[in-house]
């Protein structure tokens, strides 16, 4: 890639294409069609770690994808393996660079310039076709290394950029460098749009995340009975960051539903709930729930790798998040046949949910509205099997097979 050349081909308009969750339409022609014969190429994936949150999982699944398709994959990371989460099928190359850490000043830009040797090293010696940037920071970071090579760029935004803003000085690298890219994959329209326009990118594909069901199964195990009483009805969320993730408004939400419900109980499973909420109030969840009198029924069993069970063991699933990219614990509840509340943020929900058919959709940081749901899943049974029935049509509609072949034929396009 030269970052010369892509100055003079940038178009006017950034193409957007549109996959995934739109009939599995792939648009561009450069990936929609059937090749009898296949050249095995070399990726890399660069992410920041493979701990366990929603983009570590599409990295995972889609490295297994690849090699299960006759591809050559190595997964890059900054962090070294003590914090893997997702055991990896091994026919992947795992990679550390061992260059993380928290750096300030000067000795952050020393840092970022041995990041960017350190991967482009890795590209070389790898022989990549096609690296991948999963995340906004490693795809700035991918781009950099690759220029000047051969190897391909494929940035992949996992959260809704006009939300998750980015610190000094990664937001001016993103406007500056993503128009060098080579092909961008967002996970919706609205994402596709905003980095179309706010970072000039170019060549864009929607993929939205796949799900499996049944989850395949990660250490560690925690069984839900140890956790919760036979019998008693749960409400469950999942996820590592309690901001994001509108925890508190869940915690606040489920105690004005359970005043007049006080036989559920609501579990987080993710989340440690003794950390820094990450608002800058100084407060965590355990304190919160604590202050509001319901500390006993809403409980923090940690990570669990066993997400099936838990998925299985609740009676409501409730995404409260602020922001979203494409949430795989809303596709893996839904999956799961649970009744689904989920907040209309930006971005994500309003593209797996049809409100009042297989799921409910509320306004994001509305914590009444949120209650209200509750209340109204708590009270009708009829009501939560009926979505939960509808539910379970995102196994097929969000297949692995269906987006991760649109993944697939991106990067086979691009190595031609």
């Known amino acids: ?25 792939v648009g561009a022609a450069a990936v929609s069609r059937e090749r009898s014969t296949i050249r095995a190429i070399r990726v890399l994936i660069f992410v920041n770690s493979m701990t366990g949150g929603g983009a570590e999982r599409v990295v995972a699944s889609l490295a297994r994808y690849l090699v299960d398709h ?6 890059a990371t900054m962090h070294g393996t003590e914090r893997d989460f997702f055991v990896l099928d091994p026919r992947i190359n795992r990679l550390c660079l061992e260059l993380a850490g928290a750096n300030r000043g000067l000795r952050k830009v020393y840092a970022n310039v041995r990041r960017v040797a350190a991967l482009r090293r890795a590209v070389v010696r790898e022989s990549a076709d096609v690296v991948v940037g999963m995340m906004s920071s490693s795809a700035i970071l991918s781009i950099l290394a690759c220029a000047g090579i051969e190897a391909r760029v494929v940035a992949s935004e996992r959260n809704f950029p006009g939300r998750k803003r980015l610190a000094f000085p990664w ?19 609205e994402a596709a749009r905003w980095i179309a326009r706010h970072a000039r990118a170019r060549n864009i594909q929607v993929i939205p995340n796949s799900v499996a069901w049944p989850v395949p199964d990660q250490p560690p195990a925690v069984a839900p009975d140890s956790i919760v009483d036979t ?21 606040r939400a489920f105690a004005s539903a359970t005043s ?31 202050e509001i009198g319901v500390a006993g029924r809403v409980l923090f069993p940690g990570r669990a790798g066993n ?4 998925y299985e063991r609740a009676d409501i699933f409730v995404l409260s998040s602020r922001y979203e990219g494409f949430p795989n614990v809303l596709l893996e509840a839904m999956a799961a046949g649970r009744a689904c509340i989920a907040t209309d943020c930006q971005s994500g929900p309003s593209a797996i949910v049809d409100n009042e058919v297989n799921g409910l959709l509320v306004p994001v940081d509305d914590v009444r509205a949120l209650g209200v749901a509750l209340i109204r899943l708590m009270d009708d049974t009829s009501l939560r099997e009926r979505l939960g029935s509808a539910a379970v049509a995102v196994r097929q509609r969000f297949s692995e097979e269906r987006v991760l072949r649109q993944w697939q034929q991106l990067l086979e396009s691009l190595s031609d």
């Open 307 to 310: 997400m099936t069970a838990w």
């Open 1 to 25: 890639m030269s970052i010369g050349d892509a100055f003079n081909t940038v178009p006017n308009v950034p193409a957007v294409v549109r996959g995934g969750s739109h009939a599995g339409r």
């Open 231 to 251: 019998g008693t009805p749960v409400v469950l969320a999942v996820g590592t960051k309690p901001h994001q993730k509108g925890f508190d408004m869940l915690v």
């Open 70 to 75: 006759g591809h050559a994959v190595t997964i």
């Open 260 to 290: 007049t419900h006080p036989a559920w109980c609501l579990v987080v499973v993710g989340v440690d709930a003794s950390n820094d909420f990450g608002d800058g109030s100084g407060t965590n969840l355990e304190t919160l729930a604590r």
């Open 171 to 189: 937001g001016a690298m993103r406007r500056l460098l993503y128009r060098f890219a080579d092909a961008h994959v967002a996970q919706t329209d």
